[in-house]
Antibody
Framework: QITLKESGPTLVKPTQTLTLTCTFS??????????VGWFRQPPGMALEWLAS???????RYSPSLRSRLTITNDTSKNQVVLTMTNMDPVDTATYYC??????????????????WGQGTLVTVSS | DIQMTQSPSSLSASVGDRVTITCRAS??????LNWYQQKPGKAPKLLIY???SLQSGVPSRFSGSGSGTDFTLTISSLQPEDFATYYC?????????FGQGTRLEIK
């Protein structure tokens, strides 16, 4: 059974750096085709993809947030860490991590994210 | 970024109804389209991947179709537990994007 859980501060001040940890079980980030993605959802709004890290070390970032994001993994601890610098009140959101696995189709390998962690609400306020 | 537009934004329906939600991409995305269900206060749940493949464990009343730029999610006979918000997601581009969501409410 695959599980993921996000952890980190619930409140950060503007301009501070946010560090979130995704601790997972039931899979290894060294297995071919596996990855972890980070997403967020402001209250009452839609989902937004932030970053992904893959079994082969590849890392991808949202173009609009690339300069503020860093994603890393610690395979010995089964953790993926996301840092976001220069936090602003508009970054207030529930942050989720999710297991990525590719589905082989006639079109190619399709990303799918399942399951997701329960999410953690981060509020940015002074 | 590839823009994903869902319609309608909200929908009222009754138990037993057949419901269709559409998602349109701003450029072709082949079949790189997933559908998620989200209930209030909960994480999203994958329903359909690669436009039409049913994720394991998801009831067969859910189905997906489409390719290129136009996609649909159909629920053949609404059940009480299906009232939720639904999101489409494209993974064709390196920059993954979602639709704005469709809120499905009880009539």
């Amino acid at each position: 059974q695959i599980t993921l859980k996000e952890s980190g501060p619930t409140l950060v001040k503007p301009t501070q750096t946010l560090t979130l940890t995704c601790t997972f079980s039931g899979f290894s980030l060294t297995t071919s085709g596996v990855g972890v993605g980070w997403f967020r959802q402001p209250p009452g709004m839609a989902l937004e993809w932030l970053a992904s890290i893959y079994w082969n070390g590849d890392k991808r970032y949202s173009p609009s947030l690339r300069s503020r994001l860093t994603i890393t993994n610690d395979t010995s601890k089964n953790q993926v860490v996301l840092t976001m610098t220069n936090m602003d009140p508009v970054d207030t959101a529930t942050y989720y991590c999710a297991h990525r696995h590719g589905a082989i189709t006639i079109s190619g390998v399709v990303d799918r994210f399942d399951p997701w962690g329960q999410g953690t609400l981060v509020t940015v306020s002074s | 970024d590839i823009q994903m537009t869902q319609s309608p934004s909200s929908l009222s329906a009754s138990v037993g109804d057949r419901v269709t939600i559409t998602c349109r991409a701003s450029q072709t995305i082949s079949s790189y389209l997933n559908w998620y269900q989200q209930k209030p206060g909960k994480a999203p749940k994958l329903l359909i991947y690669a436009a039409s493949s049913l994720q394991s464990g998801v009831p067969s009343r859910f189905s997906g179709s489409g390719s290129g730029t136009d996609f649909t999610l159909t629920i053949s006979s609404l059940q009480p537990e299906d009232f939720a918000t639904y999101y489409c997601q494209q993974t064709y581009s390196i920059s993954i994007t979602f639709g704005q969501g469709t809120r499905l409410e009880i009539k």
